[in-house]
C-alpha cells in the first residue's frame, strides 16, 4: 500500500478514496497542474494549515453505526470503546474537516461578507467546546466508569466517584449542544454564499453529518451508558 504523508502528492491523496479526492476538490485542488503538487506545496499557494489537512486527510473513515448491539447488555467497558472509537474518532475527524471548509470558505469571501467570519467565529466556539468535552470524557469519567466495573468484576481498585465528574461532562455537553443550535439558527438565516457555493454546501452538509452522528452519541452516553455507571455505582456503594 501507498505511504501517505505531508510530501506525497496531491494527486496521490485524490487516488486514494472518492472521499478525500471530494475534501480536497473543496478545497480549491480542482486543477489538472495540482495533482503533481506536493501536499505541502499545495497548502503554502492556498494559505491552508497544512498539519490539519495531514491529519483530517490520514484519519480514516468510520465504519457505520452499528444498531444491532443491544448496549445494555454489554459490559460498560466495551461500550466505552466503541463510543471512544466510533463516536469521538468521528467527532475528531468532522471538526477537523468542518474547519478546513469554513477556513476555505472565509478566506475567500470572509472580508467582504460579515456574516460568514461570524459563523467563523460561532463554529471555532463549538470546535473547542467539543474537543474539550472528548478530552473530559477520556481522561476523567471514561477511566472512573472502567474502575467502577473492574470494582465490580474483582471487588478492588476502585477509587472515587462518578458523580461529580458525570455533571461536569454533563455542562460541556449543554455549552457544545447550545453553541451548535446557535451555529445551525445563524446559517438557517443566511443564504450568500460567496463565491465558493460549493464548499461552503459541502460544509453545512459535513456539519449535518456531526450533528446526526451526535445524536447517537449523546444518546449512547446520556441514556445507557451513564445510568448504567451511576446505578452500579449506588449497587457497589450498598456492599
Ligand atoms: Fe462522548
Ligand atoms: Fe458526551
Known amino acids: 500500500m501507498l505511504r501517505i504523508n505531508a510530501s506525497s502528492r496531491i494527486g496521490d491523496f485524490i487516488d486514494t478514496s472518492a472521499d478525500t479526492a471530494r475534501l480536497l476538490t473543496m478545497l480549491g485542488a480542482n486543477r489538472k497542474e495540482h495533482r503533481s503538487q506536493t501536499l505541502g506545496e499545495f497548502c503554502a499557494e492556498s494559505g491552508i494549515d497544512g498539519s490539519m489537512l495531514l491529519d483530517a486527510l490520514l484519519t480514516p473513515q468510520p465504519s457505520p453505526i452499528d ?75 471514561f477511566p472512573l466508569i472502567r474502575g467502577l466495573q473492574h470494582y465490580s468484576d474483582h471487588r478492588g481498585g476502585f477509587m472515587g466517584t462518578v458523580d461529580r465528574p458525570l455533571s461536569q461532562a454533563g455542562q460541556h455537553v449543554d455549552e457544545a449542544g447550545a453553541n451548535l443550535s446557535r451555529l445551525r439558527a445563524r446559517i438557517a438565516d443566511f443564504t450568500s454564499v460567496g463565491s465558493e457555493p460549493g464548499t461552503y454546501q459541502t460544509f453545512l452538509a459535513e456539519l449535518s453529518g456531526l450533528e446526526e452522528d451526535l445524536k447517537y452519541h449523546f444518546a449512547l452516553e446520556n441514556d445507557v451508558l451513564f445510568p448504567r455507571a451511576l446505578k452500579l455505582e449506588q449497587e457497589l456503594m450498598k456492599v
Open 67 to 141: 444498531q444491532t448491539i443491544n448496549w445494555s447488555a454489554e459490559p460498560l467497558s466495551r461500550l466505552i470503546d466503541y463510543i471512544v472509537a466510533r463516536h469521538h474518532g468521528f467527532v475528531r475527524r468532522q471538526l477537523l474537516r468542518l474547519q478546513l471548509l469554513i477556513d476555505r470558505v472565509c478566506n475567500t469571501d470572509g472580508n467582504r461578507l460579515f456574516e460568514l467570519r461570524a459563523i467563523h467565529e460561532a463554529f471555532a466556539r463549538v470546535r473547542i467546546e467539543l474537543q474539550e468535552h472528548l478530552v473530559t470524557e477520556e481522561e476523567v469519567l
